[in-house]
């Protein structure tokens, strides 16, 4: 019956179900890669019943692992009471109250004030407007160019796009907004440089993931993010950080930036704020800049989503947050970040294709070469098979091959323990081995 079952789904999945960032023919051509049927722990399992360590939680947003009924409980509570409540025209409800005033607690600096969203691209889509908005408001409707960084990834809506430096995801429309510049990296003197050119009296905002997740897993020079709040603050310049991967734990820190102690003046979440139970975004702006708002803003502010503060959306992140903070997940996320770099250190040791590894908590990747001292590149990315390898043998992980790239990226679930990161990284070294033999 199972695998009746299956075909009939894969049959359906092929006919109906158009995939994000899924190849249309490998789809057509093999139907699905996998059907999930449930989860539980760190741990996912497929409609056949076989079991996968979850090591990317989903799309790097599980924080707390799946099957939580504390969740699902908090989730009914909540639909039994009000199920939807509109935050237009300054309606509002306890559980966004309660989850702005959280939040405010929970950021950085003077990161007090909240707009939700339903997820991470209309976060940073709302951050770019907001920026604008508040230059505008300043009699400076003039500085409305946004600069990011290449190999930056910020989402799929028509901003997030044109702010994400990864050419592919370009090629699926001909027309990119206007008005978004791409540094390097980083390059603290290619933004300087790209300002000076630009004329700092057009430029609103500059946007940066603290540490760059999609794009490869690049953690950022020890100094970079400092100088680039100094940057941004001898320019006037609004600094967007980019924490829809990085926030919540991801990186031993309740978000990213702590890492290099600097505070932006716009910080965008989602992902983890859920742990994927509901999706759910949002954008920090700091006092200084609703400060502005309050003071010269009249009228109506023209921009929200339906769902922006769902109050089921906002009384599960409530809950999801008292469990990170309850069962101390930021600390175990650092903890097991240092086990996680032990077991990257080990496969350096034992396999001559293992290379470039890094990790900042629970987020980390290592590169694949011929021969990882010659850093000679496969002729054809390798990544891809080693982690379809890995799946084979029961791990979910992710390649990224942009640019010169041939990264095998994990961020499990922040309730990870050293025996599962240990077993993560035996399926890793016996899948590179399987692979390399194979070329």
Known sequence: MTNQKKQQLEALDKKHFLHPTSSVQQQQQYGPAIIFEE??????????GKEYIEGMSSLWNVAIGYGRKELGIAAMEQMNKLSFSSTFSTFSHEPAILLAEKLANMAPGSLNTVFFTSGGSEANDSAFKLARYYWILQGKPERKKIIS???????VATGATSATGIPEFHQVTNSLAPDFIHVDSDSVEALKEAIEQEGP???????????????????????YLKEVRAVCDHYSILWIADEVITGFGRTGKMFGVENWNVVPDILTFAKGITSGYFPLGGVLISEEVFQVFKDKSSGTLFHGFTYSGHP????IANKNLEIIEKEKLVENSQLMGLELIKGFKKLEENLNQVGGIRAIGLLGGFELYIDVKTKKRFAE???????AEAAKNGLICRSVTYNDSDTVVLAPPLIITK?????????????IKTVVAGL
């Open 39 to 48: 989860g539980h722990g760190i741990y996912v399992k497929d409609i056949e």
């Open 149 to 155: 960084r290449k190999k930056a990834y910020h989402g």
């Open 201 to 223: 009296e057009n430029i609103a905002a500059f946007i940066a993931e603290p540490v760059m997740g999609a794009g490869g897993m690049f953690i950022p020079p020890d100094d």
């Open 312 to 315: 089921v959306g906002c009384h």
């Open 381 to 387: 990315k390798t990544a891809p098979k080693v982690v």
């Open 419 to 431: 025996e599962e990161v240990d077993k993560m990284i035996n399926i890793l070294h016996e899948s």
